[in-house]
């Protein structure tokens, strides 16, 4: 009995973990959704658009055809890579579209 209570609870740990992990994983893997009003570039999302580059620190205003958009903020210590669809699912409509967010430059005035 004591052996199946153990297991039991277990389990459900490893299942929250997975769970956790997913969702990390997912919506704010990258950064975290922006205000409306603050970005420092726009990018526009096309039918021919299959990857974004972006960096880390930036703020970035993504728009499609139809005028929809997502203010995202990038936010990780290190390059990643990752999908628009995990944090704008409606710009990327079940496409694929990878983002791959660089380190932040330290020297910004670098070419």
Do not use: C, H, M
């Given at each position: 009995m004591k052996t199946s209570i153990i297991a039991g609870f277990a389990a459900t740990l490893m299942m929250g973990a997975a769970m956790f992990a997913a969702a990390a994983a997912n919506?704010?893997?990258?950064?975290?959704?922006?205000d409306e009003n603050l970005f420092a570039r726009v990018v526009v999302i096309t039918p021919e658009t299959r990857w974004v580059?972006?960096?880390?620190?930036?703020?970035?205003?993504?728009?499609?055809?139809?005028?929809?958009?997502?203010?995202?903020?990038?936010?990780?210590?290190?390059?990643?890579?990752?999908?628009?669809?995990?944090?704008?699912?409606?710009?990327?409509?079940?496409?694929?579209?990878?983002?791959?967010?660089?380190k932040p430059r330290l020297n910004k005035t670098d070419g």
């Open positions: 919506d704010y893997a990258l950064g975290v959704r922006g580059n972006v960096e880390s620190g930036e703020t970035i205003k993504f728009v499609d055809a139809a005028g929809q958009s997502v203010v995202y903020r990038f936010d990780t210590t290190s390059w990643a890579i990752g999908q628009l669809g995990d944090f704008a699912p409606a710009l990327a409509k079940g496409r694929q579209i990878t983002v791959y967010v660089a």
